[in-house]
């Protein structure tokens, strides 16, 4: 076999399973059993439409049976390698197919669309090797090898069957556009229930060719999560094969996503938001755990809305679950989650965590601030902060995002409040941004339903040491997008008693 491991197909997913490395000619890609799934699933998609491109194997579109794919695919053989003419030479019945070049020709290239219209996802398991400590090198002969090689025996094919040379080479991702080295790690898992996550391997590099443009079943989040008195890992069966887990940083907590094959998507784009754990930190105690993607309807008794979360007063974490089911293919219900259950043990520790976004602001009098926008979703945190980047440009002469959304305040021994945050990225409406930094930030996003309504925008906006740092609050504002700027009711309007304060914190009011 071409690949050096395996391969599967769920949904609009491939998930290429490596050991070691790619095929590495165009004879090994189209002799590969990936190439011969491809194909397969090709013709038979172009029967259920009856296709006028079938015609290129010379007879009725149900006489086309699996031994003229095989007399298909050598026909590609001697095409990656020599001119149209060649075909009927080496192979007897070949001549069918190069009937009509401009058919054949028609043929590959919807072929080639049809392979980059899959999310491609490539799943390095070296455990032997321990390639994990040359991520480079391993990245390099995966990711980088497949893509032109995948482009290369397409050109080849191509000009094989015009005679001629293309004058303008387009080099789009044709390999995987996503690759990880995940790897077995004895992590401190409890006992019991727990030990079914063991053989789940853990995420410890990732890379991924951006812009990605994905478009899960999902634009929106609905419902809450609920909090249930049985953890769910009792009712839940894991295979492991088919998870990932995920440990992210989660301002000073370690929490593990495990992710279901259905939902690779979303869950590896938690690479733009999460800080990636390293082993130093996967050696501290486990906060939390969430399974995103359970399959079956093992949660459905659980709660109403079976997106929920179990307190494990015992071991010290929280457990939390959501189904695979299409309804719940949104981002929203990873980020949520996971912030979720970051507020709760905070609170456990006796800080305070905010619904807000934090940036420390830098004048070109070397004045600086840090401010607190505290807000709901849709109450314009993000929108402020996007506009102190376009109108303070002039008086700015640095602005970091500690906060994009939620985190942490805390007291230090001498009085001052001190701000933490939580993410390294943010998960913001495209809307909300203006295009100039949208489209300067395209080499690094994650663009989600992008042809839809809300469609949303994963990038990076900040380092972990910035979320971890530790900031003296200067200011807090609530973000007040419901009421109209006039004589009663200023741009900027001094809360003057604490229970004001409080009393417009509770209310929580947000028009969105």
């Known amino acids: 076999m071409g690949f050096h491991g395996t391969f599967r197909f769920v949904n609009n997913k491939v998930i290429i399973l490596l050991r070691d490395k790619v095929c590495e000619t165009p004879e090994e890609l ?21 296709a006028p491109l079938l015609q290129v194997f010379g007879k009725p579109i149900h006489e086309i049976e699996y ?22 030479k080496l192979i007897e019945a070949g001549g069918r197919f190069i009937a009509n070049p401009s058919l054949l020709q028609a043929f590959v290239e919807d072929l080639y669309n049809y392979w980059r219209q899959f999310e491609r996802f490539i799943i390095c398991d070296s455990t032997g090797d321990r390639l994990d400590k040359r991520p480079y090198r391993t990245f390099n002969s995966t990711i980088e090898s497949l893509t032109h090689l995948v482009r290369q025996t397409y050109r080849d094919i191509a000009e094989n069957i015009t005679g001629q040379h293309s004058n303008i080479y387009r080099q789009v991702r ?9 790897l077995p790690k004895d992590l401190a898992l409890p006992d019991r229930q727990y030990q079914q996550l063991r053989s789940i391997p853990i995420i410890r590099q990732l890379l991924l060719y951006p812009p990605l443009l994905l478009n899960p079943p999902m634009n929106k989040r609905t419902g809450k999560f609920e909090r249930i008195s049985r953890n769910p890992l009792e009712l839940i069966e894991v295979t492991p094969h088919e998870w990932l887990c995920y440990p992210a940083k989660v301002g000073p907590l370690l929490i593990l996503v495990y992710i279901h094959e259905k939902f690779f998507e979303l869950g590896l784009s938690l690479c733009n ?21 359970v399959p079956g309807n ?55 965590p905010y619904h807000g976004a934090m940036v420390r602001l830098v004048t070109k009098n070397n004045r ?27 008086q700015i002469e640095e602005m970091i995002i500690i906060a994009d959304d939620m985190g942490s305040l805390d007291i230090d021994p001498k009085g001052n409040v001190i701000g933490y945050g939580t993410e390294v990225g943010a998960f913001v ?9 949208a489209f300067g930030q395209l080499d690094r996003s994650i663009i989600m339903n992008p042809n839809q309504v809300n469609a949303r925008i994963v ?54």
């Open 298 to 352: 093992a949660l459905d008794t659980l709660a109403p809305m079976p997106t929920v979360f179990y307190d494990d007063l015992e071991h010290h974490m929280i457990t939390a679950a959501c189904p695979n089911k299409d309804q719940f293919g949104y981002f929203g219900y990873l980020k949520k989650m996971v912030l979720t259950l970051h507020n709760i043990k905070i609170m456990q520790q006796e800080k305070m």
């Open 368 to 394: 600086s601030w840090t401010v607190l926008i505290i807000g709901d979703t849709g109450a314009g945190k993000s929108e402020t902060l996007e506009a102190f980047r376009i109108f303070g440009d002039a």
């Open 273 to 293: 938001l999460f800080e990636l754990a390293d082993d130093n930190f996967l050696n501290r105690p486990i906060d939390a755990i969430y399974l995103f993607g």
């Open 429 to 437: 409406r495209l809307d909300d941004l203006q295009p100039g930094y």
């Open 30 to 50: 189209i002799t590969s059993e990936l190439f011969l799934e491809v194909v397969t699933r090709f013709v038979n998609d172009l029967k259920r439409k009856q």
């Open 174 to 182: 044709a390999g995987a556009e996503v690759a990880v080295i995940a």
């Open 459 to 512: 990038l990076p906006v900040t380092t972990y040491e910035h979320v971890m740092k530790g900031y003296a609050v200067d200011m807090v504002l609530y973000a007040n997008n419901y009421e109209d700027v006039d004589e009663e009711h200023p741009i900027i309007e001094r809360l003057t008693t604490p229970e004001t304060a409080l009393h417009i914190f509770r209310e929580g009011t947000a028009m969105s």
């Open 67 to 88: 031994t003229d794919i095989h007399e298909l695919i050598r026909v590609f053989q001697v095409l990656g390698k020599m001119p149209l003419e060649a075909v009927p």
